[in-house]
C-alpha cells in the first residue's frame, strides 16, 4: 500500500496488513438532492492491521481474517444509507471492520470519482485511520489475545487455542480481585480511566476500589515508582476471557512489552478468580506472586480486612509487615479531583 504505509503497533509489535482495494459500489451519498436521487460510483480501499502469524503458521482457516467480509462491510456501508460527507462513510467503514474479532486497526480510503465539481479532475477521496480506542469499540469489544499475552510479544500468536478450567465460564457472576499498576505518563488518570473502562466491559461490573498506594518498582531497570490500586469486581467472563480484556485494556493505553520488568502505562493482574487454583503456560490463578507484593497485598487488606487467598490464607498479617514498602497516595481513590502522582 503507497496510500498509508506507516505500520500500527500493537504492544510494540508491528502487526501485519490485510488489504481489500477497489471495492466498487453504486451509492447515494452526497449534499446535492441530485447525488441523493441517482446516486454515483463510490469505491473503497480498506487496510485492517491484524496478526496473520497463527492463522499461517499452521494454515489455519479458522485464525485467519475473512476478506470477504472486510469487502461485504464496506460495500453494506457505500450502498447503505446516505450521508452528505464521505468522511461519515469512512468512519462507519472503519467502525463496521473493527466490530470484527482480531481487527486492531483499519486504513480506509473513500473515493467519490464523479463528484460533481466545476473543474476536471482524476478522483476525489478522503483517508483516515481508527484503532479500537479512537473507534470507540473496544469496551464493548473482547479485545487482547484470548489466549493470553506472555512476556515475549511474539509468543502469544504461535500459541495454539486452548480449553481447560479457565475457559469456563460462571454460572454466576463471580467475585475477582484485580490489580492495577503503572509508572509512565498521567499514571493516575490512566488507572482512574482503566477502572471506567472495566466497568463498560459487558460480562464485568465494577464494586469496589482500593486506596492508591505508591510503590518502588519490583526489579527490572532503573525506572520511576509506581502507581497501584486493587479493584474488586465481578465478572461473568471465563477466567481467560477476563485476561483478555484486561489485555486488551492494557493495549488500549499504549502498554509495550519489549523489556521484562520494564516501565508500562498500564499493568492489570488477575490476583484472585473466585478462589480458582490452577496453571497453564498463559494464566496461573490466584497469582503467583501476588503474596509476596506489597502494593497487592496492602490495598488488598485496606480495602477488605478479612480477604484470604488460596493456598496463603488470610492476608492481613502479611500486608502488615509489608506496610512500610507502600505510601499512601489517595484515600479514598478515585477521587473526584485526581491526586498528586509525584
Same mark, same amino acid.
Given at each position: 500500500?503507497?496510500?498509508?504505509?506507516?505500520?500500527?503497533? $500493537?504492544?510494540?509489535?508491528?502487526?501485519?496488513?490485510?488489504?481489500?482495494?477497489?471495492? $466498487?459500489?453504486?451509492?447515494?451519498?452526497?449534499?446535492?438532492?441530485?447525488?441523493?436521487?441517482?446516486?454515483?460510483?463510490?469505491?473503497?480501499?480498506?487496510?485492517?492491521?491484524?496478526?496473520?502469524?497463527?492463522?499461517?503458521?499452521?494454515?489455519?482457516?479458522?485464525?485467519?481474517?475473512?476478506?470477504?467480509?472486510?469487502?461485504?462491510?464496506?460495500?453494506?456501508?457505500?450502498?447503505?444509507?446516505?450521508?452528505?460527507?464521505?468522511?461519515?462513510?469512512?468512519?462507519?467503514?472503519?467502525?463496521?471492520?473493527?466490530?470484527?474479532?482480531?481487527?486492531?486497526?483499519?486504513?480506509?480510503?473513500?473515493?467519490?470519482?464523479?463528484?460533481?465539481?466545476?473543474?476536471?479532475?482524476?478522483?476525489?477521496?478522503?483517508?483516515?485511520?481508527?484503532?479500537?480506542?479512537?473507534?470507540?469499540?473496544?469496551?464493548?469489544?473482547?479485545?487482547?489475545?484470548?489466549?493470553?499475552?506472555?512476556?515475549? /510479544?511474539?509468543?502469544?500468536?504461535?500459541?495454539? /487455542?486452548?480449553?481447560?478450567?479457565?475457559?469456563?465460564?460462571?454460572?454466576?457472576?463471580?467475585?475477582?480481585?484485580?490489580?492495577?499498576?503503572?509508572?509512565?505518563?498521567?499514571?493516575?488518570?490512566?488507572?482512574?480511566?482503566?477502572?471506567?473502562?472495566?466497568? $463498560?466491559? *459487558?460480562?464485568? $461490573?465494577?464494586?469496589?476500589?482500593?486506596?492508591?498506594?505508591?510503590?518502588?518498582?519490583?526489579?527490572?531497570?532503573?525506572?520511576?515508582?509506581?502507581?497501584?490500586?486493587?479493584?474488586?469486581?465481578?465478572?461473568?467472563?471465563?477466567?481467560?476471557?477476563?485476561?483478555?480484556?484486561?489485555?486488551?485494556?492494557?493495549?488500549?493505553?499504549?502498554?509495550?512489552?519489549?523489556?521484562?520488568?520494564?516501565?508500562?502505562?498500564?499493568?492489570?493482574?488477575?490476583?484472585?478468580?473466585?478462589?480458582?487454583?490452577?496453571?497453564?503456560?498463559?494464566?496461573?490463578? *490466584?497469582?503467583?506472586?501476588?503474596?509476596?507484593?506489597?502494593?497487592?497485598?496492602?490495598?488488598?487488606?485496606?480495602?477488605? /480486612?478479612?480477604?484470604?487467598?488460596?493456598?496463603?490464607?488470610?492476608?492481613?498479617?502479611?500486608?502488615?509487615?509489608?506496610?512500610?514498602?507502600?505510601?499512601?497516595?489517595?484515600? *479514598?481513590?478515585?477521587?473526584?479531583?485526581?491526586?498528586?502522582?509525584?
Amino acid at each position: 500500500m503507497t496510500w498509508m504505509s506507516t505500520p500500527y503497533m $500493537r504492544s510494540g509489535v508491528e502487526l501485519d496488513r490485510l488489504a481489500v482495494e477497489g471495492i $466498487r459500489v453504486n451509492g447515494y451519498h452526497g449534499v446535492l438532492e441530485s447525488e441523493r436521487e441517482t446516486g454515483q460510483v463510490f469505491k473503497a480501499d480498506v487496510v485492517a492491521h491484524v496478526s496473520t502469524r497463527a492463522a499461517a503458521a499452521n494454515d489455519d482457516l479458522s485464525r485467519a481474517i475473512n476478506y470477504s467480509t472486510i469487502a461485504d462491510r464496506a460495500a453494506e456501508v457505500l450502498a447503505g444509507d446516505p450521508s452528505q460527507l464521505i468522511e461519515t462513510v469512512a468512519e462507519h467503514i472503519a467502525l463496521a471492520v473493527l466490530e470484527m474479532d482480531g481487527v486492531f486497526c483499519v486504513d480506509v480510503r473513500v473515493h467519490k470519482p464523479q463528484a460533481p465539481l466545476h473543474v476536471e479532475f482524476k478522483d476525489v477521496s478522503v483517508t483516515i485511520r481508527r484503532d479500537v480506542r479512537t473507534g470507540g469499540l473496544w469496551a464493548d469489544k473482547r479485545i487482547g489475545s484470548s489466549a493470553g499475552m506472555p512476556d515475549d /510479544p511474539l509468543a502469544f500468536d504461535a500459541q495454539p /487455542p486452548m480449553s481447560d478450567q479457565f475457559d469456563q465460564r460462571p454460572v454466576r457472576p463471580v467475585p475477582v480481585l484485580l490489580a492495577l499498576g503503572g509508572n509512565v505518563g498521567d499514571v493516575e488518570q490512566t488507572l482512574r480511566e482503566a477502572v471506567e473502562e472495566l466497568g $463498560r466491559i *459487558p460480562g464485568i $461490573r465494577v464494586l469496589k476500589t482500593s486506596a492508591l498506594v505508591k510503590s518502588a518498582p519490583d526489579g527490572g531497570p532503573p525506572q520511576p515508582d509506581y502507581l497501584n490500586a486493587v479493584v474488586r469486581i465481578e465478572s461473568e467472563m471465563s477466567p481467560r476471557e477476563l485476561l483478555g480484556a484486561c489485555h486488551g485494556l492494557e493495549i488500549v493505553h499504549d502498554r509495550e512489552r519489549t523489556e521484562a520488568n520494564g516501565p508500562r502505562t498500564l499493568d492489570i493482574d488477575i490476583v484472585d478468580f473466585d478462589g480458582a487454583v490452577g496453571e497453564t503456560p498463559d494464566l496461573t490463578l *490466584p497469582h503467583p506472586r501476588a503474596k509476596g507484593r506489597a502494593f497487592v497485598l496492602v490495598p488488598w487488606a485496606h480495602l477488605e /480486612p478479612d480477604a484470604q487467598m488460596p493456598g496463603v490464607g488470610p492476608i492481613a498479617e502479611l500486608a502488615r509487615a509489608m506496610a512500610q514498602s507502600v505510601t499512601l497516595v489517595a484515600d *479514598p481513590w478515585p477521587a473526584k479531583t485526581p491526586s498528586a502522582t509525584a
